[in-house]
């Protein structure tokens, strides 16, 4: 769980460094680099969940929030570590605001799908 939360924050993370210059500017219109950080993170978020719950035998809701909860905090504490480390130049609110709410899709999905496992296990 916590290997992929960390996976789930770098790939993002790194692929938006192909969209910012080195004075931190976006190279391309902002509202599309969040488009494609929506995009991103909830391909890769959906690729990890399906391969952890390859693994999932039983309790599959159970292990599907908590897999949600800890790839969400996982990800709010990495991405508020920069904010206060001065990496983002926003404040918390603003973080909040323009990405940390992005964030709850991920126990969104993680929870759908323990739930189609349940659903389909019937």
Do not use: C, H
Request: proline share 2%.
């Amino acid at each position: 769980m916590i290997l992929f939360g960390l996976i789930l924050w770098l790939v993002p993370f790194i692929v938006s460094f192909a969209f910012v210059d080195r004075q931190g500017n976006f190279t391309i219109d902002e509202t599309f680099f969040k488009s494609i950080m929506v995009v991103t993170g909830a391909l890769v978020g959906v690729v990890l969940a399906v391969r952890y719950f390859r693994d999932v035998e039983i309790d599959y809701v159970n292990d599907a929030i908590l897999l949600g909860v800890i790839w969400l905090v996982i990800n709010f504490a990495l991405d508020l570590s920069m904010v206060f480390g001065g990496f983002f130049q926003m404040t918390v609110v603003e973080y909040f605001k323009d990405i940390g709410m992005r964030y709850l899709a991920m126990p969104i999905y993680t929870i759908g799908m323990g739930y189609a496992l349940v659903q389909k296990a019937k």
